[in-house]
């Protein structure tokens, strides 16, 4: 059961899903961000983001595994993961050039998604030496892109309509949620026996890492 429980956990927040869950955040704490933007254009913007950094890359892992150039989807030894690494990065470093070149695009969008494509290139390279956990990777990414939101873009608050209400939620709530989600997210990954502690640590320390170089470059 408590296996089952970090399947699905390492699923809902895999990392290839973690841009999805950072636009998420912004259109929570700041929807000016996309002003400039229809409604039609804000959702054919997002379904082309979520094309790019989700479903080329979980179809390319696929075709991988179904030609046999990877062992199993779960990617458990490190020479499994080159492919889809280059794979995703390729898309990364597409988006990443997108976003920076465009100067209709949140800029909170464009310093996490450099962010990210720095912190990706980053697990390559110690994935060439040892595994590191692109799941935390991704959460550690999202905590600190949080921070950056936050402290950046919100007005003191988030908030969403529903059935014609809104509501507001304070900000440190969704932080210390993120911090309850990444830390069962890491757990996860140890039930799982796909990592060791320091292949967890590692990839959340990545992950920070790379936003906070993006945020030198970009804000």
Same mark, same amino acid.
């Given at each position: 059961?408590?296996?089952?429980?970090?399947?699905?956990?390492?699923?809902?927040?895999h990392?290839?899903y973690?841009l999805?869950?950072a636009?998420?955040?912004?259109?929570?704490?700041?929807?000016?961000?996309?002003?400039?933007?229809?409604?039609?254009?804000?959702?054919?913007?997002?379904?082309?983001?979520?094309?790019?950094?989700?479903?080329?890359?979980?179809?390319?892992?696929?075709?991988?595994?179904?030609?046999?150039?990877?062992?199993?989807?779960?990617?458990?030894?490190?020479?499994?993961?080159?492919?889809?690494?280059?794979?995703?990065?390729?898309?990364?470093?597409?988006?990443?050039?997108?976003?920076?070149?465009?100067?209709?695009?949140?800029?909170?969008?464009?310093?996490?998604?450099?962010?990210?494509?720095?912190?990706?290139?980053?697990?390559?390279?110690?994935?060439?030496?040892?595994?590191?956990?692109?799941?935390?990777?991704?959460?550690?990414? &999202? /905590?600190?892109?949080? #921070? !950056?939101? =936050?402290?950046y873009?919100?007005?003191? %608050?988030?908030?969403?309509?529903?059935?014609? *209400?809104?509501?507001?939620?304070?900000?440190? &709530? /969704?932080?210390?949620? #993120? !911090?309850i =989600?990444?830390?069962?997210?890491?757990? %996860?990954?140890?039930?799982?026996?796909?990592? *060791?502690?320091?292949?967890?640590?590692?990839?959340?320390?990545?992950?920070? #890492?790379?936003?906070?170089?993006?945020?030198?470059?970009?804000?």
């Amino acid at each position: 059961m408590l296996k089952v429980f970090a399947n699905a956990v390492s699923i809902i927040f895999h990392p290839l899903y973690i841009l999805t869950y950072a636009y998420g955040l912004l259109l929570l704490v700041n929807p000016f961000q996309f002003a400039n933007y229809s409604k039609t254009e804000q959702g054919i913007f997002f379904i082309s983001m979520v094309m790019v950094s989700a479903v080329i890359p979980i179809i390319g892992v696929l075709m991988m595994r179904f030609l046999g150039m990877i062992d199993g989807l779960e990617m458990k030894n490190r020479t499994d993961r080159i492919g889809p690494f280059i794979i995703i990065g390729v898309c990364y470093l597409w988006l990443t050039i997108n976003f920076i070149n465009s100067s209709q695009i949140s800029s909170f969008l464009t310093t996490f998604m450099l962010g990210a494509t720095i912190s990706l290139f980053g697990g390559f390279i110690i994935n060439i030496f040892e595994k590191i956990s692109l799941h935390t990777i991704g959460m550690g990414g &999202l /905590i600190a892109g949080y #921070l !950056i939101l =936050i402290n950046y873009y919100s007005y003191g %608050s988030a908030s969403f309509i529903w059935g014609g *209400i809104e509501y507001n939620i304070h900000l440190m &709530l /969704i932080f210390i949620l #993120l !911090i309850i =989600i990444s830390g069962l997210v890491g757990t %996860s990954r140890l039930i799982l026996g796909a990592h *060791i502690p320091r292949e967890v640590y590692g990839g959340f320390l990545v992950g920070l #890492l790379g936003q906070v170089i993006a945020m030198r470059f970009i804000l």
